[in-house]
């Protein structure tokens, strides 16, 4: 195991940053080295909060010349333990929380220039007051970063219209791990001059260099969007829907996501101020999002209509669409609220996979059978993002098991999962990227050649191994 740095050396990192923009042993490190689930607690000596990119380049050009090992942070709210340090204490924490100026905003030329540091939702904002969108939307949008979202291509609700976060991105600016900054802060739509680097950092996850500026797109801000809630039997009939949506809505069609009922009885029945939009419980329900740059009664209309087609196709039992901006968004709060209501089910084993959009169906169906084999009583608990094929797969402890002998499982179950996924041509890691929790998991499926070309690449990029060491390979 890597011993710490020496004294002298750690004194000489907090230099770069200045003493008040350190934090060491001697303080509280919880948030930085423990992963947000504490499925993962490292521990580091230092954690260091760099102002600007020129003090983020001192710090990896010292850390190449010592070989000491570095772990790029943002906000923290990612899935795989992909931004915490290990347990060895010799890894140092680089937090770009300071950095959290937006630069530059081109409305008329639908861009955005931000620092990493940049609160996700506060881009969300500044496009709005500008008449804009950026259409980068996910549950932790309130406290992860930018920067963290590019490292991890993060996806959201919004990919189904937008894609995820590497079509949402023009440029980058990046420290390399030899600490030699690359402007590549480009608003160009076509630069076909080589290789197109700034796709090498997107989904890296820091182990190449650390994103510390980026170039968004925004988009005209719709001028209506009316949101849906419909109760359906089967998954099968969720992506019949789906099909008539983007058959009559098109590109007008910004979300659609699903969900089981057990999620969804798990919000009305522990939170006792959430409503059901509709007057019974149903098997399956579809949240869908129909956006216009014309207007929101046009919204709404286009909404019914497609409603109306599904219910007299039989394709759907039930839908109730939103009347006002306030109910729009009380349709998400039941979708963002999920999640965190399967604790109220008991323990949970997650899964974060994709597999072709008409597959998914078909894993569901057989996905629950093999979890059942494994562990009797097992429940079921897939939910997601129907355009982009990505499921949730989680597992909720049986009701009578206690947690410990659940959990015990995971690996059994998660085994099982990812093989069925692999079975389908499928990913084992859809948007939460492979960090250190899927490291294995990703040598074990991962195409040979692919995984030589990613350590060649690693190898040239990073030839001393600093970049977030142990995360994807």
């Known amino acids: 195991m890597a011993r710490p740095p020496e004294p002298q050396i ?3 990192f907090a230099d770069i940053v200045g003493e008040a923009n350190t934090l060491t042993a001697g303080d509280d490190l919880t948030r930085y080295t423990h992963e947000n689930r504490n499925i993962v607690v490292g521990k580091t000596p230092l954690v260091l909060k760099p102002a600007n990119t020129q003090e983020v380049a001192g710090i990896l050009k010292l850390a190449n010349e010592t070989k000491t090992a570095i772990v790029p942070q943002g906000g923290h709210t990612g899935h795989v333990a992909g931004a915490v340090p290990d347990e060895s204490g ?9 950095m959290n100026t937006i630069r530059e905003v081109d409305a008329a030329g639908n861009t955005m220039t931000v620092e990493a540091g940049v609160i996700l939702q506060k881009i969300q904002e500044m496009a709005d007051a500008h008449d804009r969108l950026f259409p980068l939307s996910l549950a932790a949008e309130g406290s992860c970063q930018i920067g963290g979202n590019i490292s991890t291509n993060a996806g959201g609700t919004g990919v189904l219209a937008y894609g995820n976060t590497r079509a949402l991105v023009l440029g980058l600016e990046v420290v390399t791990a030899r600490g030699e900054i ?5 608003k160009l739509k076509k630069d076909n001059t080589g290789y197109d680097l700034k796709d090498l950092f997107i989904g890296a996850e820091g182990t190449l260099g650390v994103v510390t500026a980026a170039v968004v797109k925004l988009y005209a801000k719709p001028k209506g969007r009316a949101a849906a809630w419909a109760g359906l039997n089967t998954p099968q009939q969720a992506l019949d829907l789906l099909n008539m949506a983007l058959e009559r809505a098109g590109g007008s069609l910004t979300a659609f996501e699903f969900m089981p009922r057990i999620g969804v009885d798990a919000v009305f029945d522990h939170y006792p101020q959430v409503r059901n939009p509709l007057d019974l419980r149903h098997d399956w329900q579809v949240l869908l999002e129909v956006s216009s740059n014309r207007s929101q009664q046009e919204a709404e209309g286009e909404l ?8 007299e196709a039989g394709t759907i039992n039930d839908a109730a669409v939103s009347a006002s901006e306030s109910q729009r968004l009380s349709f998400w709060a039941i979708r963002e609220i999920m999640p965190e209501s399967q604790k109220h089910i008991g323990a949970s084993i997650k899964h974060d996979i994709s597999v072709a959009v008409h597959r998914i169906p078909e894993f569901i169906e057989r996905a629950a059978p093999i979890v059942e084999a494994i562990l009797p009583g097992a429940r079921s608990f897939p939910f997601g993002h129907m355009g982009d094929g990505n499921i949730h797969y989680n597992v909720s402890q049986p009701a009578q098991m206690e947690a410990k002998r659940f959990l015990g499982e995971r690996e059994r179950i998660q085994d099982a999962v990812h093989a069925l996924v692999l079975e389908m041509d499928g990913s084992i890691s859809a948007e939460h990227g492979i960090g250190r929790l899927k490291r294995e998991l990703l040598a074990k499926t991962k195409d040979p050649a692919a995984l030589a070309m990613m350590r060649a690449i690693k190898q040239a990029l990073d030839p001393n191994g600093i970049m977030n060491p142990g995360k994807v390979l």
């Open 304 to 311: 019914e209509a497609l409603l109306a087609a599904a219910l």
């Open 90 to 98: 010799s890894q140092i924490v680089l937090s770009l929380e300071r």
């Open 182 to 186: 690359w402007n590549g802060l480009k």
């Open 10 to 12: 750690l004194a000489r």
